[in-house]
């Protein structure tokens, strides 16, 4: 009886009504979000790198700027800035490789089918064409805050490459995607 | 002892003195509001607090010309200060200051279309504090000790009983090997490329490196059970975050913010300086 009184949620319900009721929203929201693996803040679910991965062949990007000097910020401490340049920059090569199409729009539209009290919210989910096209010279005015005052041409690179037998990444071909002038 | 002991002045201090150092360093980074130049393309992926905040304005808000930018990340500095020197003393400052946290979270995640967890420690900690009455705070304070735990604890029940990756012997240079990938191609010949490179090559070594920060999550189990092992589970957060970040290139450090919720009585040297202070006193 005494380990029962003891409990997180018996305490809780005894002492503070509020947060017991704080406590079993929480829970239910993570048993959702498990359930149906749709993460929504606050309710977090932390499956990163649980899945079986192998890799062969992958691909990435990256900046020259100027006269072809590479934007290296990997393995820095630095990742506010990192993920502004960077991941905005996959999340634009993927919907340009899409014809300026969102990814997120389709799944969303599923969703809003799907629970018809969520379409109020559905079109605030992705990005339209617009933001797309607004982008590169975006990314030019942030490096030049960001990065250096002096960057006249960005010039952004993919990067193909394929893990040798000895499982290193060695490039295969390397293509000009787009340039900012 | 147990950190229920410690009181709510203390804790105030070091969640808002880690949270100084969050705006500094993101300042430093380039990542306060007003340093994104008004930012065009945001993810929002299928998360609906996302699309509230969108809905809502919010961006736009902040993003309505330089000077709100300017005025909100002033506002967040000053509000964060206040609540460390007067330990969240107000309880209006301390909901605006916590409200105003999570829009800058949110707001970061979307525009840098990429949701991190690192900034969601700050990101809910600060409501906390909206809690006086001290055996009331107490009990908020252990919601997010299991808070923090379960961070580290769902990730092992991910990947022991959800997906069950525990058992795919490759696993470990195969999570190293893509997210290392352009840091061998961009540096190649220094000392941290040999370890990679030597840990990629070596599957089995690397498997048992994964395996013992498994084990690392795991141990995090034991803390929904008693409070006993708080001082070692401590140190178990920060390890597990920093080998995260020399082998997976994710800096996880601002999530330690939640860190202080597992504070003992004898492991910083902060609760020392704080219980010298309060000696004086």
């Known amino acids: 009886m005494k380990i029962f009184q003891n409990l997180f949620l018996v305490k809780c319900f005894k002492q503070f009504k509020i947060l017991f009721v704080i406590v079993l929203i929480f829970i239910a929201g993570i048993c959702y979000s498990h359930r149906t693996h749709v993460e929504f803040t606050p309710f977090f679910i932390f499956g990163a790198y649980s899945t079986k991965i192998n890799v062969h062949r992958d691909s990435f990007l990256s900046i020259k700027m100027n006269d072809g000097q590479l934007l290296n910020l990997t393995h820095t401490y630095d990742e506010p800035r990192r993920m502004m340049i960077f991941s905005t920059l996959f999340l634009y090569h993927n919907g340009a490789k899409n014809n300026y199409i969102d990814p997120i729009k389709i799944a969303s539209e599923k969703i809003a089918l799907k ?4 379409s109020f919210l559905q079109k605030f989910a992705y990005c339209e064409k617009e933001r797309y096209l607004a982008y590169l010279p ?12 002096e960057i006249k041409t960005i010039k952004i690179y993919q990067n193909y490459i394929h893990y040798t037998d000895q499982n290193l990444p060695f490039i295969d071909s390397t293509v000009l995607k787009y340039s900012i002038e | 002892m147990n950190n229920t002991e410690l009181n709510r002045t203390h804790f105030a201090r070091y969640t808002y003195g880690f949270a100084l150092l969050i705006i500094i360093y993101r300042f430093f980074s380039f990542a306060l509001v007003h340093q994104l130049q008004t930012p065009v393309l945001f993810e929002n992926s299928l998360d609906y607090t996302y699309w509230l905040f969108h809905y809502l304005k919010i961006p736009q808000l902040l993003l309505y010309n330089k000077t709100t930018s300017i005025l909100f990340d002033t506002w967040l500095f000053l509000s964060t200060l206040y609540c460390f020197i007067y330990a969240a003393r107000y309880k209006l400052i301390v909901l605006l200051n916590a409200i105003s946290w999570s829009c800058y979270a949110i707001f970061y995640n979307s525009f840098s279309c990429h949701h991190n967890y690192t900034i969601i420690g700050v990101m809910i900690l600060p409501y906390a504090f909206m809690v006086k009455n001290e055996i009331k705070f107490n009990l908020v304070w252990g919601f997010y000790r299991d808070l923090n735990l379960y961070i580290l604890a769902d990730a092992f029940i991910f990947k022991a009983f959800i997906n069950k990756n525990i058992f795919y012997t490759r696993i470990g240079s195969e999570i190293i090997k893509p997210n290392q990938s352009i840091y061998l191609l961009q540096t190649p010949g220094t000392w941290l490329t040999k370890i990679y490179s030597f840990f990629i090559q070596h599957p089995h070594l690397a498997y048992t490196g994964f395996i013992l920060m498994v084990f690392m999550q795991m141990l995090c189990l034991i803390g929904f059970f008693t409070k006993k092992y708080d001082k070692y589970l401590f140190y178990i957060v920060i390890i597990f975050h ?20 597992l504070l003992h009585k004898k492991n910083t040297a902060i609760e020392k300086y704080f219980r010298y202070n309060k000696n004086r006193v």
């Open chain 1, 115 to 118: 629970h018809p009290y969520l």
């Open chain 1, 138 to 149: 975006w990314l030019k005015k942030y490096m030049h805050h960001a990065v250096d005052k």
């Open chain 2, 242 to 261: 920093v080998i995260n970040y020399f082998f997976v290139d994710v800096m996880f450090l601002e999530l330690l913010i939640l860190n202080v919720t």
